[in-house]
């Protein structure tokens, strides 16, 4: 896949995943946004992107995560266009392919891709046409890699750009999660000081060891000392299932309360992608705490889509 | 409500009811839709709100009100997003307020909002970070100000700015009306000559009296030398209730038809919100006839919407 | 009808049918459609239609030709309102009418309209103010002018001027279609050499001999030393009816395949109006063979509407 998103150059081309990232490119992604982030702090519109065409394709719904990149590409004064893929052409029994090479042929540069299916948006890619980029706002389990570089950006905004000095605590379920995957590949491809993933046994695939990450049951005990700490969001129909318990009993467990966070370092940052279940994966008055940055991050997130999208649209920075 | 609508130094800053507006408060946005008006003649574009972005946040459906919200932020420049509220994260268990956090964070300066639930608006407003504005686009059966903003701007088109002299009508259902309330509140801080409400009984509350008010059962008697008559729509499905007879009794006894308005002033106005209900308030042909001025409120409603945005977000007035 | 589409002077004011256009007014459309193709050849945004409003009324769904008439109007940058018709106004009761009144009221300046019924957008035309527009989408079996423009594009561009030395053939569901109508009155005013109408007998009416075609039942026969062919969109739900056998007898007998191409000139260019249904009426081999030109289609829609939009707002060319 990393051959699929650079261009023999090095140029970002389509962003996918974290694979394949070295840490200069993130930290480049990162000084982009910050760049975007100050120029824009008087809500600016910036001409990067003018008369290009960004298509916003989110097979499963999500405005929080749909608004912010349409937004980036307005901001970048982009023309977005929307498909409303329940209605869309795939329902006549068109193909997905033919749906993008129509869209290519109007000129559109740059596809925003959702899917519950792991892979889409590189099945996408793959079949673009030259010129045309593709970013991945989250397929499937598989990744998340936006979310994961305004995760970076946040921390690296907080805590500066030494990950090696961190210890970084990712709780709740990691198997099915998608923003999971993307941060510890970020965070492993920065050189982070100590990993540990916190959830319910069944939900704490072995496999996450191989990035040098440690597990653990006890939420308490892996809070100790920590720097940062990203909880994730329940996805509640897993409940259902055998994998959890109640609510209830899940936030005994490994919901983070204020006297919990107590565990963890003072200045400890408290992130979560959204939208959260409060009083269930977090309490309220740390999701509105002195510790939260949870707000940062959706801000956050604006500037680093918009730095993704220049980037993969070769738009040179210009003075606003 | 009024201290939460206008800054300490008197500026305005949400709009949630006309409740607490002075009248030269009132004249001056008047004015101000007054002056966008003609300088947007041409259908020009001006760049008050460049580089902003305004949420439109319709919980309720209304393609009307919605799409001259829309409109308004386009033609002054905004960015506008629209919130698909059915498939938002609320469905997903997040609170509206962390929506309305996350949007802020996505510096969004601008709220549009409908709901079904009165005060729905003020709770966004109360909650609304600084530098957030918030426009009540109707909320539950208490307020519409853009509408009521709307017919005054109307009313003064035609019969200028001294609102003593005038006899209004309003006829139909008051009780469930916010174009009602509204208006009668306008209407009021604007020191109406005369003002008389008319309608069914059970559809006529006895508070109103106290703005001032004669209440009518008899649309003949009311109609007698007005020189405003404003009908509302009828709220077909109020139909079912024990509230209203037929459609052709209501007709009979609360419709406008052309040989009633002859009892009116020869050059009286004849106003209604939309969507009409042809045939069920307001006949045809006074509808299209020459007293009619139902789609000037139309495009009156575009230049106040202009108006009110542009003054909440604190915009000077360039020369175009 | 063609004395609703063109104004006394001679200028483009609806664009409803194929119907009453000269040869050199269809030439002048595609001229200019010429000129915008290659000075948008960069993606670059026009000026030409900028504070004008565009409203996209799709009463029938179609993802692709809505997307590309929005995207047309972007491009010219105009401001464009979407109209989502199923919540629209219409089902509160109001005639189609007062929403078309309120809209134009609102400065709108130029409607997109499909509709499933036939007559539709020449119904809209015939209520339209002054200085509105209107452009037919597509209505009912009637017809789809800015497809068979679209096409004669490309047709002009692989083929040039001269239709008199052509010979043209278009397969498929002829009864039903709307694209099959506009085409065969585009190229009958164009002058075509020769116009084959191939399918069943049941899909091919006997008027359409009125236009000087021939009607033919084999599809092989039909091919011989063709310049052009165009493939019809089967509308699977006919297949219900007593129309037609099953979709693989359908492909069997008028299926374009490899093999049967050959029976055309060897540079004869294969058209589809998409979305296509692959090995039904088309071979996935010749939709993406040297002879297609089916990508090119929907990248010269573009161009053309952003012709027939500049043309019917009365838009001069600037030098971009």
Known sequence: MSRLQFAPDGQLRHLLSIDGFKPAQIHALLDRAEGLRSSTGGARKLPLLRGKTVVSLFFENSTRTRTTFELAASRLSADVVTLDVASSSTKKGESLLDTLAALEAMNCDLFVVRHAASGAAEFFA??????????????????????????????????????????????????????????????????????????????????????????????????????????????????????????????????????????????????HPGPMNRGVEIASSVADGPNSVIQEQVSNGLAVRMAVMATVLGARTVQP
């Open 126 to 271: 793959r079949h673009a046409a030259a010129g045309v980029s593709v970013l991945n706002a989250g397929d499937g389990r598989h990744a998340h890699p936006t979310q994961a570089l305004l995760d970076m950006f946040t921390i690296r905004q907080h805590k500066g750009a030494d990950f090696g000095q961190l210890r970084v605590a990712i709780v709740g379920d990691l198997l099915h999660s998608r923003v999971a995957r993307s941060d510890i590949q970020a965070l492993s491809v920065l050189g982070v000081g100590e990993l540990r993933l916190v959830g319910p046994r069944a939900l704490l695939p072995d496999a996450f060891a191989d990035f040098g990450a440690s597990l653990y049951g006890d939420l308490d005990l892996a809070l100790k000392d920590c720097d940062v700490v990203i909880m994730l969001r329940l996805q509640r129909e897993r409940m259902r299932g055998a994998f959890l318990p109640s609510e209830g009993e899940y936030y005994r467990r490994y919901g983070l309360s204020e006297s919990r966070l107590k565990l963890a370092k003072p200045d400890c940052i408290v992130m």
